[in-house]
């Protein structure tokens, strides 16, 4: 008898389809996963931020007037303020004197 080494088509569909299977489920879980890390980052930058604005006004007796005031100052972020991984920017009210996420 002659021995065969390799697969024959039918083998070879068989495992292209239950890649592709694969492959269906595992991508829309990944892309999920992506923006549920980037909210995550977003509210965390937005409670670092609020809590460096209170710093600032044990500093300072005072809140700050914009949100530029702490971000750039070495102080407080030597490292550089945090960036919204959306590539929004982070709005200040200086009436409530609290950074907003834009609801992401």
Do not use: Q, W
Not at 54 to 64: C, F, T
Request: proline share 5%; net charge negative; with cysteine.
């Amino acid at each position: 008898m002659l021995s065969r080494k390799g697969l024959t088509l039918i083998e070879l569909l068989i495992v292209v389809i239950i890649l592709g299977a694969l492959a269906a489920i595992a991508i829309p879980r990944i892309t999920t996963s992506a923006t549920t890390a980037k909210i995550n980052v977003c509210k965390t930058n937005v409670d670092t931020l609020n809590t460096v604005i209170e710093m600032y006004n044990v500093d300072n007796d005072s809140y700050p007037s914009a949100l530029t005031d702490v971000t750039s100052d070495v102080n407080y972020f030597p490292d550089g303020a945090p960036v919204c991984p959306f590539g929004d920017a982070y709005s200040y009210s200086t009436t409530t004197y609290r950074v907003s996420d834009h609801g992401h």
